[in-house]
Structure formats: structure tokens, C-alpha cells
């Protein structure tokens, strides 16, 4: 599966993500959802540099995915212990850990490629990933 991701620019997370910086992503999870639309190693993720983006540049492969809720583990502790490979901001880091439920998405091989457009349909906001199986899914038509 691919997954079509929302970056935050003020952070420079796809600057961070492309110089091998930042290997990792939080994404909200919600263990009621089917896991049709979890993220899983081998998957594609198709990143969008903000949200009023429609350019993507740059593609990673997910190698690694923690499933992390806060009555197993103290969230703050996870981002922290994470935070070399997420790079989190401190407004970024308020934000995950006051969220119930979270995946960590560890990617590799981030790299440039030749730019998708994306149809109005795309992500807007943080925790809003669209899962697609062809880019044909998610370009303008």
C-alpha cells in the first residue's frame, strides 16, 4: 500500500526527512479502524511538503511501525526516547503526546522523485495519511 503524507514546512520536516535527518513519523491510530488503512513495513509513503502543497517530491519506504497507546506506555517517554529519529518540534511533540493512540512509522531510502500532482482530495492536517494503491488514484485527472 502507499500512503500519501502531509508534512508541517515550518518545521522543515521534508528538508529533515531528505537529509536523512528524520527517519520516523508519528501517525494518529485508532484501534477501532480496519486495518485496511494501517501502515505497514513495505509500504510507500508519498510525502506533500505542507498542506496547501500539491507537488510530491520525495517518496521513503516504511521499514518499522510501533503501535503505541497511552494505558500501555507514557507517550511523552516514547516520543523522547524516539525523538532522535522524529525530530519533533516542541509544538509537534505537545501535540502527539496528548493523543490516546499512536503508530511510529520508521522509514528508510527517502529520495527525490519526479513530482506527482495531487488532485484536491489529499491530507489536511497531521494525523490525515490517504492510503492509495496506484498514484493514478490521487494525481489530477
Known amino acids: 500500500m502507499n500512503h500519501l503524507v502531509t508534512l508541517d514546512a515550518r518545521a522543515g520536516e521534508l528538508e529533515k ?3 536523512g535527518v528524520k527517519t520516523m513519523l508519528v501517525k494518529e491510530f485508532d484501534p477501532a479502524q480496519t486495518s485496511a488503512l494501517s501502515v505497514n513495513p513495505g509500504d510507500n509513503l508519498y510525502f506533500l511538503r505542507d498542506q496547501d ?3 510530491v517530491r520525495v ?5 518499522r511501525v510501533l ?3 497511552q494505558n500501555e506506555e507514557d507517550l511523552a517517554h516514547t516520543l523522547k526516547e524516539m525523538q ?11 501535540f502527539w503526546s496528548g493523543k490516546e ?3 511510529l512509522v520508521e522509514f528508510e531510502s527517502a529520495h527525490k522523485i519526479s513530482v506527482i ?4 482530495r489529499k491530507p489536511t492536517g497531521q494525523a ?3 492510503a492509495f494503491e496506484a498514484t493514478s488514484q490521487i494525481t489530477q485527472r
Open 128 to 130: 490525515d495519511w490517504i
Open 117 to 120: 500532482q495531487v488532485a484536491e
Open 84 to 94: 532522535p529519529r522524529l525530530q519533533l518540534t516542541e509544538e509537534q511533540f505537545n
Open 53 to 55: 502543497d500539491s507537488a
Open 101 to 103: 493512540h499512536m503508530q
Open 17 to 19: 526527512i531528505l537529509s
Open 67 to 69: 503501535f503505541i497507546t
Open 59 to 63: 517518496k521513503a519506504t516504511v521499514v
